[in-house]
């Protein structure tokens, strides 16, 4: 019996080590394409690069508070992807901030810098699913970071397709309507998490002794 728990052990801590070599991976990977990202978005004006770039930076965010939930217990795993559901919330809610200050004060973006963008951001989240999707099927913290991965790769081709309209068309709004999609995106993705990870957070309900009769 005991060298079966010590076996269980083993592959536990085998487990944890290699999911936490995988999310420092995709950390390094999300945190490197948000700089290259948000300064091309800025010096391209464009708002789906922008808020690409945000996406990416709550990614890593994201990874940081799994890495931190890997080992622990089940509602504090669960606490972390309220976290990571809130995050993306916020990120959600800046980036309509952003659409509708681009659409007041920005001009054309630059479709080219767009498009070299948004096939590196495919690539680099391209590694990054893959690498998740092994432990998809793990605790509701993973699953969270999952999603977030393949959301990323739906913003990415959603980046490339309005660098294609931007430069057929001349205009900005397909860019504007790539960010406002990625924001409604982002954001039905932040309340599923949260369903999800709130009830396992609150823990389970104490039921009130029976009293004496």
């Avoid at 708002?47 to 770039?53: E, R, V």
Wanted: charged fraction near 15%; hydrophobic fraction near 55%.
């Amino acid at each position: 019996m005991a060298g079966c728990c010590e076996h269980d052990l083993c592959e536990t801590k085998t487990l944890e080590r290699q999911q936490r070599r995988m999310l420092w991976v995709v950390l390094a990977l999300n945190a490197g394409m948000f700089f290259a990202e948000f300064i091309t978005g800025w010096l391209a004006d464009s708002t789906a690069l922008m808020a690409d770039s945000l996406d990416m930076f709550a990614d890593a965010a994201v990874y940081g508070v799994s890495l931190y939930a890997i080992g622990r217990s089940l509602q504090l795993k669960a606490k972390a992807a309220v976290l990571n559901g809130s995050l993306q919330l916020v990120l959600g809610l800046l980036i309509l901030a952003e659409v509708a200050r681009r659409s007041v004060f920005g001009s054309t973006p630059e479709p080219i810098a767009m498009t070299v963008m948004g096939v590196l951001a495919l690539l680099v989240n391209t590694v990054c699913f893959v690498l998740l999707s092994r432990f998809r099927g793990g605790d509701i913290n993973l699953r969270a970071t999952w999603i977030c991965s393949r959301n990323d790769m739906l913003g990415n081709v959603s980046v490339l397709v309005a660098a294609g309209l931007v430069g057929w068309t001349g205009s900005p709004w397909p860019d504007r309507l790539v960010g406002l999609a990625m924001a409604v995106i982002i954001l039905r993705s932040a309340i599923k998490i949260l369903r999800e990870a709130l009830p396992l957070a609150r823990g389970p309900r104490l039921t009130p002794p029976a009293s004496a009769t």
